[in-house]
C-alpha cells in the first residue's frame, strides 16, 4: 500500500493496523489486494516517533513535541487526544508501564516517567467550547488534560532501546534500556521505605566521598535539562564498595550499620535485576 510519507511506527489496534506516517496517525483494515484507511488523524506536530498500546488508549510519542495520549471514539470513528506533555521532548523511544503510565527516553541522553492525570476520564473529554471541529476541539485550544511527571533521570548517552524486561527467572521485572554507546542499564522500584531512605542516604553521602574525576556536580549532571526527580543513582551507590575499608567503616556508622550490611544491601538490588 503506497503512502506518501514514511511509516516511522506500526502496530495492532482493534484487529487493525495502526501506522503512524509522518506526522498523521491512520488505522488500517485489511482489504484484498491493499490496506483500507478507516481513520485518520492529522493534527500530531512533526512526527510518529513509535506507538504503545495499552486497552484502548494509545501513546504516540511524536518526534519533536512528547508523547500524546489518545483515544479512539468507535461512535464516530475519530481519534481525539486525551493528554499531552507541556514539555517539548524530541523522543526516540517509550514503553507503557500501566494503563496510566508511560517511561520514555529523548535524543538529549534523558529517561522521563509520566502519567495520566486521574481526571482524565475516559470519554468525558467533550467539546465545550462549541466549535465542533471533529471531536478534537480540547487539543486544538489547549484545554486537554497534561501530563504529571512522576521521574526524570540524565543517562548521559541516546537510548536507543527502552523496555519492559524480566532477565532472569529469579529476577523481578524492571525497565531495561540500551544506548547508542553500548551501554546496558535498567530502572528498578525500591520495595520499601526503609529501603528508599538508606539509598537516598548513601548517595548524598557518595556524592562527596566520590567526587566525578572531571570536578563537576553529580547532581548537576544527572540534572542536565530538567531536575533530578525521584532516582537514585545506583552507579554511584555501588561506588562504596570501591571505598577504602576505613571509609567504608566511617559512612557505614552514620546508618548504625556494618559495611558488610551495606554491601549486602548492594547486592540485594544486583540480585533483584540479575
Not at 58 to 67: K, N, P, T
Not at 257 to 265: E, N, Q, R, S, V
Request: hydrophobic content about 40%; aromatic content about 10%; some cysteine.
Amino acid at each position: 500500500t503506497p503512502v506518501e510519507d514514511y511509516p516511522m511506527a506500526l502496530t495492532a489496534f482493534r484487529g487493525m493496523l495502526l501506522a503512524g506516517v509522518g506526522h498523521k496517525l491512520r488505522l488500517y483494515a485489511l482489504g484484498r489486494k491493499r490496506l483500507l484507511k478507516k481513520c485518520e488523524y492529522k493534527n500530531l506536530p512533526c512526527g510518529v516517533a513509535f506507538i504503545r498500546v495499552a486497552g484502548d488508549r494509545l501513546f504516540v510519542g511524536d518526534v519533536r513535541e512528547s508523547v500524546h495520549v489518545m483515544r479512539y471514539r468507535l461512535s464516530e470513528n475519530l481519534f481525539y487526544v486525551l493528554a499531552d506533555d507541556v514539555v517539548p521532548r524530541w523522543l526516540t523511544k517509550g514503553e507503557v508501564l500501566d494503563y496510566h503510565t508511560f517511561v520514555a527516553a529523548d535524543k538529549f541522553d534523558s529517561v522521563f516517567i509520566c502519567r495520566v492525570p486521574s481526571e482524565a476520564k475516559e470519554d468525558e473529554l467533550g467539546d465545550t467550547t462549541g466549535l465542533r471541529l471533529r471531536g478534537d476541539t480540547t487539543y486544538l485550544t489547549d484545554k486537554c488534560f497534561k501530563l504529571q511527571s512522576l521521574l526524570h533521570f540524565h543517562i548521559g548517552e541516546i537510548v536507543t532501546a527502552l523496555e519492559r524486561a524480566t532477565l532472569t527467572s529469579a529476577a523481578s521485572e524492571s525497565i531495561v534500556y540500551g544506548t547508542i554507546m553500548g551501554s546496558i542499564g535498567s530502572f528498578s522500584p525500591f520495595l520499601t521505605k526503609h529501603e528508599l531512605d538508606l539509598f537516598t542516604h548513601l548517595e548524598m553521602v557518595m556524592r562527596s566521598e566520590k567526587p566525578p574525576l572531571a570536578g563537576r556536580e553529580h547532581i548537576m549532571f544527572r540534572s542536565y535539562y530538567h531536575p533530578a526527580k525521584n532516582t537514585v543513582d545506583g552507579d554511584l551507590c555501588e561506588s562504596y564498595a570501591l571505598l577504602p575499608y576505613e571509609d567504608q567503616k566511617r559512612i557505614a556508622q552514620d546508618f548504625e550499620k556494618t559495611p558488610a550490611d551495606i554491601l549486602k544491601h548492594l547486592e540485594d538490588i544486583r540480585n533483584r535485576i540479575l
